[in-house]
Antibody
């Protein structure tokens, strides 16, 4: 059964880099029949797509975040990661990782940006 | 890029049926598959419809999805409403640049 688990610091200081991992069990992130994604949800708000990573190695990002975001795969550990640089309070959110089509979601991890 | 617009909220009594619309602002709703997810209060989202109208394993057949080319919209229908169906529902799809787009979300009250 496919399972995704986010991990990383729950508190990040403004201007620093937010780093999260998504550990995948029950499937290989090398699969060529799907993609892997990060989505976030600010308190009381809707879902916002951050970016996606495909088997080919191609990555696609939300234009509003593209300049600050990187998504990479670590096939040796069967996980994919998210980095958001130069964070501000507006980056405070629950961050979810997911497998695409059909989406299978992780449980999410809350990240607060505060000094 | 395009937007997916949903009604802010819908309310119906237990046992009844609700339908939530998801209207695409530009481009055809039929271009790429639409998915629907359910997010109960305090929980992570779970997918209830994929590929426009397919139910993932474990999703009851009270949930159904469809698309309507004439209105350029997708719809999620929940029949025989139960209290546990009370949640936020989001549609989502992607564009030709592989950018995922989420709908504005609908709060269903039972």
């Amino acid at each position: 059964q496919l399972h995704l688990q986010e991990s990383g610091p729950g508190l990040v200081k403004p201007s620093e880099t937010l780093s999260l991992n998504c550990s995948v069990s029950g499937a290989s992130i090398n699969s060529d029949v799907t993609y892997w994604a990060w989505i976030r949800q600010s308190p009381g708000k809707g879902l916002e797509w951050i970016g996606s990573l495909y088997y080919s190695g191609s990555s696609y990002y939300n234009p509003s975040l593209k300049s600050r975001v990187t998504i990479l795969a670590d096939t040796s550990k069967n996980l994919f990661s998210l980095k958001v640089r130069s964070v501000t309070a507006a980056d405070t959110a629950i961050y979810y990782c997911a497998r695409g089509e059909p989406f299978v979601w992780g449980r999410g991890t809350m990240v607060t940006v505060s000094s | 890029n395009f937007m997916l617009t949903q009604p802010h909220s819908v309310s119906e009594s237990p046992g009844k049926t609700v339908t939530i619309s998801c209207t695409r602002s530009s481009g055809s709703i039929a271009s790429y598959y639409v998915q629907w997810c359910q997010q109960r209060p305090g929980s992570s989202p779970t997918t209830v419809i994929s590929d426009d109208n397919q139910r993932p394993s474990g999703v009851p057949d009270r949930f159904s999805g469809s698309i309507d080319r004439s209105s350029n919209s997708a719809s999620l229908t929940i029949s025989e409403l139960r209290p546990e169906d009370e949640a936020d529902y989001y549609c989502h799809t992607y564009d030709s640049d592989s950018h995922e787009v989420f709908g504005t979300g609908t709060r269903v009250s039972v």
